[in-house]
C-alpha cells in the first residue's frame, strides 16, 4: 500500500489509470456485446455467410468475379456447393497458382474455419452438395472394403490407377496419387467431380458406395500389405522395367568391374 | 601334394624383350613391348593357399544346395497368406520372401563359387591370338570373279531375259506363304462384333440401361452434367434377368456391351448426329476401344476427351466420339437411347457401328 500511495503522484498515474478503464470497459463490451449482437442478427449462419464473402472478395473474386458469377478467368461458382469449395480450398487446388484444366494440390493456406465461411458463402449462392459430415464418409460394414474394392476398379480404377497411385490424362494432364489423400475430400472429389474428373453423384453412386470406395482407398494405402515386398510406386511394368534396367543391370556391371579390377597374382604390380 | 611357397618355386619371370629378341630402340621407338611376364597368382604357388580357394568354392556350391532345398522347403511349408512384417520392406508376403530370398542365395551362390574358381584356380596363363586380315589375296579373288562370270556366261542368265524376270518373281513370292500361314491366327471375327445384346432391343421391345454400380436401371435425370456412369443392358427377350456378373458368358458380354453414360450440355454437342443419338444431352458411348478393344473410360469432364490407356487413342465424346488422336480407327461406336413412360433411359436398337476394334469384314 505504501509503493501504490508513493507513486499516486507519479506524472504517468493519471495515464495508467485511463488505460485501465479502458481494457474494463473493451473487455465488457467484449463478453457481452457479442450475444447481443447474434440475438438480433438473423442467425450465425448468415454472420458466416458475410465473413464468407469478404474472405471471398480477398481470395477468390478476380477469378471468379465479386459475387462468384464467373468470369473469362474462372467459373461460376453458383450451385458448386460448399462440397466443392471444402475440397477445393481444403486441398489447396484454390486459390489456384494459375487458370487451367489442372489444377495441382499444394499447401492450404486458410484454416477449417475460414474454409468453412467460404463454403458458406458459395452455398448460399444455389444449391449444391453439402459437405459431408464424418459419419457420411465412414463406412461401418465388415465388408465395405472388398465392395469398395469391386466399384474402385469399375469406376476409378482406370485413372487412378488399381491401387489408387494415379496415372497420366491427355495432354499433361494426370490423375492424381490417392494416397496421402483425406477421407472427406475423397468423398468430396466424387460428389463434386473436381477439375477433369467426372462426378459421381448420389443419384448414380448412392452414399454408401461412396463410403465404401473411400475405404477401400484409405485401406490400400495405410494397411493393406504389399505381397512382394519392394511396391516401386505400384505403378505397373514401367517402374520394375526401369529399376530392372538401371539399378539391376547397374548392380551386375558394378560388380564385373569390381571383379575385374580386383587381382588375384601373388605380386601386385 | 606337399609344396611350400619358397622362393625356388616361383617360375622365372622372364624378361619381355626375350619373346622378339634384341630390339634396336632408336630403330623404332614404338617397338612391339611384347606380353608382360606372367605373373603367379598365390594359389598357383602356396598349395594351402590353393586349398582354401578350393574349400571356399564348394562352400559356396554347398550353401546353394542348401538354399534350395530352403527353396523348396519354404514352398511346401509356407502359407501362401502369411503375411510378415520384415523391416525395411514392411508388410509382405512370407512366402513370397522366402522363396525370393533362397532362389537369390541359391543363384548368386553358384556364380560367386564360379568366378571364385575361375579366378583362383583355373589356368591364368596368357595365351596370344593373332590376328591376320581376313580377305583372301588378290589371286584367288581374281580366279573367283573369274569363276563366277564363266558360270554366268554358261547359263545364260545375261541373255535370257525371261529366265532371270521370272525367277526373281518367284523368289519374291516365297514369302507369301509365311504371310499366308498368318491366317492360321484366325478365325476371324465375322460378324460376331456387329451383334451386341443392344440389338435385341426394337421400339416395341425396348432394353433399359442398368447402373452397374447399384444394378438398378437408370433414370435420364440421374445422370448429372459431368458425370460419369457405367451401365449394361437390362431383361431382354433372351435374358429375361439381365446380363447378371453371375451369368456364365458374363466376361463375353459385357465385353461387346459396355457402356459409359455422360451427360453434355446439349449445347456443347458439336455433332448434331450424335446428338440427335443422345436424350437431353445424356449419351451412351461404348466403352471398348476401336483400335484394339482395351476399355476406356478415362473421360475428362471439361475437354470431353477419353483416353485409351493401351496406347493414348484420344476421343472426343462432345463431337461424336471422333477419333482426335492415337491410332484408333474409328470413332467410338453410340448407342441411340431415349426415355419410356416412365422416366427410365431405353434403347430401342443397337449401337450405329459394330463395336470394338477394326477387323476385316467390318461393315462400318
Ligand atoms: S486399344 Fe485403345 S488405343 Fe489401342
Same mark, same amino acid.
Given at each position: 500500500?505504501?509503493?501504490?500511495?508513493?507513486?499516486?503522484?507519479?506524472?504517468?498515474?493519471?495515464?495508467?489509470?485511463?488505460?485501465?478503464?479502458?481494457?474494463?470497459?473493451? +473487455?465488457?463490451?467484449?463478453?457481452?456485446?457479442?450475444?447481443?449482437?447474434?440475438?438480433?442478427?438473423?442467425?450465425?449462419?448468415?454472420?458466416?455467410?458475410?465473413?464468407?464473402?469478404?474472405?471471398?472478395?480477398?481470395?477468390?473474386?478476380?477469378?471468379?468475379?465479386?459475387?462468384?458469377?464467373?468470369?473469362?478467368? !474462372?467459373?461460376?461458382?453458383?450451385?458448386?456447393?460448399?462440397?466443392?469449395?471444402?475440397?477445393?480450398?481444403?486441398?489447396?487446388?484454390?486459390?489456384?497458382?494459375?487458370?487451367?484444366?489442372?489444377?495441382?494440390?499444394?499447401?492450404?493456406?486458410?484454416?477449417?474455419?475460414?474454409?468453412?465461411?467460404?463454403?458458406?458463402?458459395?452455398?448460399?449462392?444455389?444449391?449444391?452438395?453439402?459437405?459431408?459430415?464424418?459419419?457420411?464418409?465412414?463406412?461401418?460394414?465388415?465388408?465395405?472394403?472388398?465392395? +469398395?474394392?469391386?466399384?474402385?476398379?469399375?469406376?476409378?480404377?482406370?485413372?487412378?490407377?488399381?491401387?489408387?497411385?494415379?496415372?497420366?490424362?491427355?495432354?499433361?494432364?494426370?490423375?492424381?496419387?490417392?494416397?496421402?489423400?483425406?477421407?472427406?475430400?475423397?468423398?468430396?472429389?466424387?460428389?463434386? !467431380?473436381?477439375?477433369?474428373?467426372?462426378?459421381?453423384?448420389?443419384?448414380?453412386?448412392?452414399?454408401?458406395?461412396?463410403?465404401?470406395?473411400?475405404?477401400?482407398?484409405?485401406?490400400?494405402?495405410?494397411?493393406?500389405?504389399?505381397? +512382394?515386398?519392394?511396391?516401386?510406386?505400384?505403378?505397373?511394368?514401367?517402374?520394375? !522395367?526401369?529399376?530392372?534396367?538401371?539399378? +539391376?543391370?547397374?548392380?551386375?556391371?558394378?560388380?564385373?568391374?569390381?571383379?575385374?579390377?580386383?587381382?588375384?597374382?601373388?605380386?601386385?604390380? | 601334394?606337399?609344396?611350400?611357397?619358397?622362393?625356388?618355386?616361383?617360375?622365372?619371370?622372364?624378361?619381355?624383350?626375350?619373346?622378339?629378341?634384341?630390339?634396336?630402340?632408336?630403330?623404332?621407338?614404338?617397338?612391339?613391348?611384347?606380353? #608382360?611376364?606372367?605373373?603367379?597368382?598365390?594359389?598357383?604357388?602356396?598349395?594351402?593357399?590353393?586349398?582354401?580357394?578350393?574349400?571356399?568354392?564348394?562352400?559356396?556350391?554347398?550353401?546353394?544346395?542348401? @538354399?534350395?532345398?530352403?527353396?523348396?522347403?519354404?514352398?511346401? @511349408?509356407?502359407? #501362401?497368406?502369411? =503375411?510378415?512384417?520384415?523391416?525395411?520392406?514392411?508388410?509382405?508376403?512370407?512366402?513370397?520372401?522366402?522363396?525370393?530370398?533362397?532362389?537369390?542365395?541359391?543363384?548368386?551362390?553358384?556364380?560367386?563359387?564360379?568366378?571364385?574358381?575361375?579366378?583362383?584356380?583355373?589356368?591364368?596363363?596368357?595365351?596370344?591370338?593373332?590376328?591376320?586380315?581376313?580377305?583372301?589375296?588378290?589371286?584367288?579373288?581374281?580366279?573367283?570373279?573369274?569363276?563366277?562370270?564363266?558360270?554366268?556366261?554358261?547359263?545364260?542368265?545375261?541373255?535370257?531375259?525371261?529366265?532371270?524376270?521370272?525367277? =526373281?518373281?518367284?523368289? @519374291?513370292?516365297? #514369302?507369301?506363304?509365311?504371310?499366308?500361314?498368318?491366317?492360321?491366327?484366325?478365325?476371324?471375327?465375322?460378324?460376331?462384333?456387329?451383334?451386341?445384346?443392344?440389338?435385341?432391343?426394337?421400339?416395341?421391345?425396348?432394353?433399359?440401361?442398368?447402373?452397374? &454400380?447399384?444394378?438398378?436401371?437408370?433414370?435420364?435425370?440421374?445422370?448429372?452434367?459431368?458425370?460419369?456412369?457405367?451401365?449394361?443392358?437390362?431383361?431382354?427377350?433372351?435374358?429375361?434377368?439381365?446380363?447378371?456378373?453371375?451369368?456364365?458368358?458374363?466376361?463375353?458380354? =459385357?465385353?461387346?456391351?459396355?457402356?459409359?453414360?455422360?451427360?453434355?450440355?446439349?449445347?456443347?454437342?458439336?455433332?448434331?448426329?450424335?446428338?440427335?443419338?443422345?436424350?437431353?444431352?445424356?449419351?451412351?458411348?461404348?466403352?471398348?476401344?476401336?483400335?484394339?478393344?482395351?476399355?476406356?473410360?478415362?473421360?475428362?469432364?471439361?475437354?470431353?476427351?477419353?483416353?485409351?490407356?493401351?496406347?493414348?487413342?484420344?476421343?472426343?465424346?462432345?463431337?461424336? @466420339?471422333?477419333?482426335?488422336?492415337?491410332?484408333?480407327?474409328?470413332?467410338?461406336?453410340?448407342?441411340?437411347?431415349?426415355?419410356?413412360?416412365?422416366?427410365?433411359?431405353?434403347?430401342?436398337?443397337?449401337? &450405329?457401328? #459394330?463395336?470394338?476394334?477394326?477387323?476385316?469384314?467390318?461393315?462400318?
Amino acid at each position: 500500500m505504501k509503493k501504490l500511495s508513493a507513486r499516486r503522484r507519479h506524472p504517468l498515474a493519471a495515464l495508467v489509470v485511463l488505460l485501465f478503464a479502458l481494457v474494463a470497459i473493451g +473487455g465488457l463490451y467484449a463478453a457481452f456485446a457479442p450475444a447481443e449482437a447474434a440475438q438480433a442478427d438473423s442467425s450465425a449462419q448468415s454472420l458466416k455467410i458475410d465473413e464468407g464473402k469478404k474472405l471471398f472478395a480477398v481470395g477468390c473474386s478476380s477469378c471468379h468475379g465479386l459475387n462468384g458469377e464467373g468470369s473469362s478467368d !474462372g467459373p461460376s461458382l453458383v450451385g458448386v456447393g460448399s462440397a466443392a469449395v471444402d475440397f477445393q480450398v481444403g486441398t489447396g487446388r484454390m486459390p489456384a497458382q494459375q487458370p487451367g484444366a489442372q489444377v495441382p494440390r499444394k499447401k492450404n493456406i486458410y484454416s477449417q474455419n475460414d474454409i468453412d465461411k467460404l463454403a458458406a458463402f458459395v452455398a448460399s449462392l444455389g444449391p449444391g452438395p453439402v459437405t459431408p459430415t464424418k459419419d457420411q464418409y465412414t463406412a461401418t460394414e465388415t465388408d465395405a472394403i472388398s465392395k +469398395g474394392g469391386q466399384l474402385f476398379r469399375t469406376n476409378c480404377g482406370q485413372c487412378h490407377n488399381f491401387e489408387g497411385a494415379g496415372g497420366a490424362l491427355t495432354q499433361g494432364k494426370f490423375a492424381p496419387s490417392l494416397e496421402n489423400v483425406d477421407e472427406k475430400h475423397i468423398y468430396e472429389a466424387m460428389q463434386t !467431380g473436381p477439375q477433369n474428373m467426372p462426378s459421381f453423384p448420389d443419384s448414380t453412386m448412392p452414399e454408401k458406395q461412396k463410403q465404401e470406395i473411400v475405404a477401400f482407398v484409405r485401406y490400400q494405402a495405410n494397411e493393406a500389405p504389399n505381397p +512382394g515386398g519392394l511396391s516401386l510406386g505400384s505403378l505397373g511394368p514401367v517402374t520394375e !522395367g526401369l529399376f530392372g534396367w538401371i539399378f +539391376g543391370l547397374g548392380a551386375l556391371i558394378a560388380i564385373a568391374i569390381w571383379v575385374a579390377a580386383h587381382t588375384t597374382k601373388a605380386k601386385k604390380s | 601334394m606337399s609344396h611350400d611357397m619358397s622362393d625356388d618355386k616361383l617360375p622365372q619371370a622372364h624378361d619381355a624383350s626375350d619373346a622378339h629378341g634384341d630390339v634396336a630402340v632408336t630403330d623404332n621407338p614404338f617397338a612391339d613391348p611384347g606380353l #608382360p611376364a606372367h605373373q603367379p597368382r598365390r594359389t598357383d604357388i602356396d598349395e594351402r593357399a590353393a586349398k582354401r580357394a578350393e574349400r571356399q568354392v564348394s562352400l559356396m556350391f554347398l550353401v546353394s544346395m542348401l @538354399a534350395t532345398v530352403g527353396f523348396i522347403a519354404s514352398y511346401v @511349408a509356407i502359407d #501362401p497368406d502369411k =503375411i510378415v512384417y520384415i523391416f525395411p520392406l514392411g508388410h509382405i508376403s512370407a512366402l513370397n520372401f522366402a522363396l525370393g530370398m533362397t532362389l537369390g542365395v541359391a543363384l548368386f551362390c553358384i556364380g560367386a563359387g564360379a568366378v571364385h574358381w575361375a579366378r583362383t584356380l583355373m589356368s591364368d596363363v596368357e595365351l596370344p591370338a593373332e590376328r591376320h586380315p581376313i580377305e583372301a589375296d588378290d589371286e584367288v579373288r581374281a580366279d573367283v570373279i573369274e569363276q563366277f562370270k564363266t558360270g554366268a556366261a554358261e547359263s545364260g542368265f545375261g541373255r535370257r531375259k525371261m529366265i532371270r524376270n521370272t525367277l =526373281i518373281g518367284s523368289m @519374291a513370292l516365297v #514369302p507369301l506363304s509365311g504371310v499366308v500361314l498368318l491366317r492360321d491366327l484366325g478365325p476371324l471375327p465375322e460378324k460376331k462384333l456387329d451383334v451386341t445384346a443392344w440389338n435385341e432391343a426394337t421400339p416395341a421391345a425396348p432394353i433399359r440401361l442398368v447402373n452397374m &454400380n447399384t444394378d438398378e436401371p437408370l433414370k435420364a435425370e440421374d445422370v448429372a452434367v459431368g458425370s460419369l456412369t457405367f451401365a449394361k443392358p437390362g431383361p431382354s427377350a433372351s435374358r429375361p434377368a439381365g446380363l447378371q456378373e453371375s451369368d456364365e458368358d458374363f466376361q463375353q458380354a =459385357i465385353a461387346k456391351d459396355a457402356l459409359m453414360l455422360i451427360r453434355i450440355q446439349p449445347d456443347d454437342i458439336k455433332d448434331a448426329n450424335s446428338k440427335a443419338l443422345g436424350f437431353e444431352g445424356v449419351l451412351a458411348y461404348s466403352k471398348i476401344c476401336t483400335h484394339v478393344g482395351c476399355p476406356i473410360s478415362l473421360y475428362e469432364q471439361q475437354t470431353h476427351h477419353a483416353l485409351c490407356p493401351c496406347h493414348q487413342s484420344t476421343f472426343d465424346l462432345s463431337d461424336g @466420339a471422333r477419333v482426335i488422336f492415337g491410332p484408333a480407327g474409328h470413332p467410338l461406336p453410340q448407342l441411340k437411347i431415349t426415355t419410356d413412360a416412365s422416366g427410365y433411359l431405353i434403347a430401342t436398337q443397337g449401337f &450405329n457401328a #459394330p463395336v470394338g476394334p477394326s477387323f476385316w469384314e467390318r461393315s462400318a
